[in-house]
């Protein structure tokens, strides 16, 4: 068995349900330090987060990952347990195998190779891992981010290792995010009784023709990195189960998946014009989780990454920013490149979650000439 497939196995094997690392962070922790890396454990709240740096010169690529995964849900339902890391024919099953103990174990592969291969690498390398990326995102990468910006302490290029890929590895990388703002939005009216309308003001009839101006409006046409924003319904709540009964407000909940040709205040401007016009009686509160970013298709990352991709498999990656969001949203206002590559993304989240062997041999590969491209001297 490889380095890689062990390393990803030990990974696997733990029970890291988010938020809680159980022990992944000191076992990478304990394979980085004698590669002449200087580990700092920063926690917050109930997060485990671990920053880990070899060298303090330019340029400076930084790996970021997570050790958190989403519950397995039930564990009957599974050909293997789900934390077993079972290996059958060229596949490894068990949550987190793709999203994305994986990649983490190949990225370390890749650099104990690269540092024994060019002990005299120029620039520095490091590690960004939380356990917080699963769960509310508060106390994880960008609680890290807040305090490496404090301090000043910058790096060039990030490459995040959630799976990136499609239909075969290396076919996508993700060089920018949508952002995504939420709204939940309560439409007041009167109760009343439903034989008696004219005493009482039904809210989802107010609501309904706003409601059908906000899903109709074309917010922008995209560009050449991003689709159109798309505006979605998620939920819509109202009544008190009866069917006799008019209700006094209607719930609703909403999304925004944005990209740079807006900003958080024009969509907001926009909805409330749209309320405003219907002169409906409401309260609005928002929520941002995520601010859209792009990494220029010509910037150094890209370029070798793209190289090393066709270097590896023969092909080169096409570039995306679709799917949601991730951890790169709270790196990239640093100024630092960043990008996604990692395994398929087919069986994230799913019962038997799995991903190929034969894969993650290439992407160690992949990254290893990512870091030469990159570094080498």
């Known amino acids: 068995m490889s380095e890689t497939i062990a390393l990803a196995q030990q990974l696997i094997q733990i029970d890291s349900v988010t938020p809680d690392d159980k ?18 454990a920063m926690p917050f709240g109930e997060v485990s987060n671990l920053w880990a740096r070899k060298g303090d010169q330019g340029p400076f690529i930084v790996f970021a990952g997570h050790t958190d995964v989403v519950p397995t849900g039930p564990e009957s339902a599974w050909s293997h347990p789900p934390f077993s890391a079972h290996i059958e024919g060229d596949m490894m099953y068990g949550r987190g195998t793709a999203d994305m103990k994986s990649s983490i174990a190949c990225f370390m592969v890749a650099c104990k190779r690269f540092i024994g291969d060019f002990p005299q690498h120029a620039g520095s390398i490091g590690y960004l891992i939380t356990s917080d990326e699963e769960g509310p995102a508060i106390d994880g990468t960008v609680k890290v ?12 290029y990030c490459l995040v290792g959630e799976p990136s890929s499609s239909k075969k590895l290396g076919d996508s990388i993700k060089n920018g995010r949508r952002g995504s703002l939420s709204g939940h939005l309560t439409i007041k009216g009167i109760q009343g009784h439903i034989a008696y309308p004219e005493l009482a003001e039904n809210p989802i009839h107010t609501l309904a023709p706003a409601l059908e101006q906000l899903v109709h409006l074309q917010w922008d046409h995209g560009n050449e990195y991003f689709p159109p924003t798309s505006f979605q319904i998620s939920n819509i709540n109202a009544g008190t189960g009866a069917t006799n009964v008019i209700p006094g407000s209607v719930e609703v909940l909403f999304n925004f998946r944005f990209s740079t040709e807006h900003t958080p205040e024009t969509l907001k401007e926009g909805v409330h014009a749209v309320l405003d016009h219907h002169n409906l009686n409401y309260d609005l509160d928002w929520s941002l989780s995520g601010l859209p970013f792009i990494t220029p298709a010509q910037g150094e990352l890209i370029q070798a990454v793209t190289q090393a991709t066709k270097t590896v498999m023969g092909y080169e990656p096409e570039l995306s920013t679709g799917g949601g969001t991730s951890d790169g949203r709270f790196i990239a206002p640093t100024g630092a490149q960043v990008i996604e590559l990692g395994p398929l993304n087919a069986t994230i989240h799913q019962i038997d979650e799995r991903v ?17 491209n990159l570094l080498a001297s």
């Open 23 to 40: 022990g992944c962070q000191n076992l990478i922790a304990d394979y980085l330090r004698p590669l002449g890396f200087n580990i700092e």
């Open 145 to 156: 981010i807040e305090t490496l910006e404090a301090r000043n302490e910058k790096f060039d």
């Open 356 to 372: 190929s062997i034969s894969d993650l041999e290439h992407l160690t590969e992949i990254y290893y000439q990512t870091l030469v």
